[in-house]
């Protein structure tokens, strides 16, 4: 299901109200995601990028510094994070989420990019960060909710033995 969201073409994929992309401009995306599921999602973006249907991606993830680096050194990806390790090997700029919330203009960072798109990260993302997008952010949940929410859900549906599973693409609101 995940290969087809990523099959679009950039033709497809439009938005219904471009106000800030003259008719040749590509997206600038930002990416927030953490695991093997989010992978997948960031892979496609890729290749949209690769595909030139996409101008730019940043990511942003989760990590932990070892005690040896310090705040300023590059995430140490001792606990396996894959999510840095494809952003080295496709020289995809990444930001350090926990470094990322104690700065108050964190959306700064992030000008000149359009949308974002959330998997599994895990994080609550501050209103002022999400209104920063004129597209706004959109979450993918893999699964057909409201079946399984929450932060297991494809783990649920083997538990137990679904016999039909899906992804869900839903648009982050602010918190009021």
């Known amino acids: 299901m995940i290969d087809k969201i990523f099959k679009l073409g950039h033709r497809q994929f439009g938005l219904a109200n471009r106000r800030t992309l003259s008719h040749n401009s590509k997206l600038n995306v930002v990416f927030f995601g953490t ?8 892979t496609g973006l890729n290749q949209l990028y690769k595909d030139h249907i ?7 993830t ?9 705040k300023n050194q590059d995430l140490t990806n001792f606990r396996g994070n894959q999510i840095i390790d494809f952003c080295r090997q496709n020289q995809i700029k990444y930001f350090n989420w926990n470094d990322m919330k104690e700065e108050k ?14 998997a599994s990260f895990g994080h609550l993302i501050p209103s002022n960060l999400i209104l920063s997008f004129p597209y706004g952010i959109v979450n993918v949940h893999p699964s057909v ?32």
């Open 105 to 118: 203009s964190n959306e700064k960072l992030f000008e000149g990019f359009h949308v974002g798109i959330v």
């Open 35 to 42: 695991d093997l599921f989010s992978l997948k999602i960031l």
């Open 145 to 176: 909710l409201p079946k399984w929410r929450g932060a297991a859900p494809l783990i649920y549906s083997v538990l137990f033995d679904d016999k039909e599973v899906g992804v869900s693409l839903m648009k982050i609101m602010p918190k009021q």
């Open 62 to 70: 989760s990590a932990s510094r070892s005690k040896k680096s310090g």
């Open 54 to 60: 996409l101008d730019q991606i940043n990511v942003v």
